[in-house]
């Protein structure tokens, strides 16, 4: 059975960094674009990170690019997305996501979903 668990997530002051976590069970990440996507309250679900290793390629989303690296370990089945630099804008639901081919911007692409994990950015 897959299974996509996020992790990671918290209240942190504007300026600090937080760590996220994807555990994927079930799953050979090896050969799928991972990522992650946010969702601001009031606001539509976005696309904020993708890594494809097949593709070669990794999207950042305009307003994180230069403050989020995405990185993955294939040994230990876990996609990290590093976030520093934390303005209030990046409050949000993040969700983990995969999906077999090259990576893609729209939700509803991707198979395989975490559940969210909540990053509050408030002082």
């Known amino acids: 059975q897959v299974k996509v668990v996020e992790s990671g997530g918290g209240l942190v002051q504007p300026g600090g960094s937080l760590r996220l976590s994807c555990a994927a069970s079930?799953?050979?990440?090896?050969?799928?674009?991972t990522g992650w996507f946010r969702q601001a309250p009031g606001k539509e679900r976005e696309a904020v990170s993708c890594?494809?290793?097949?593709?070669?390629?990794?999207y950042y989303s305009d307003s994180v690019k230069g403050r989020f690296t995405i990185s993955r370990d294939d040994i230990k089945r876990v996609v990290y997305l590093e976030m520093k630099e934390l303005k209030p804008d990046d409050t949000g639901v993040y969700y983990c996501?995969?999906?077999?081919?090259?990576?893609?911007?729209?939700?509803?692409?991707?198979?395989?979903r975490g559940q969210g994990t909540q990053v509050t950015v408030s002082s």
């Open positions: 996501v995969a999906r077999h081919g090259s990576c893609d911007e729209q939700w509803e692409r991707y198979v395989y």
């Open positions: 079930g799953l050979v990440v090896d050969y799928l674009a």
């Open positions: 890594n494809s290793i097949t593709e070669g390629s990794t």
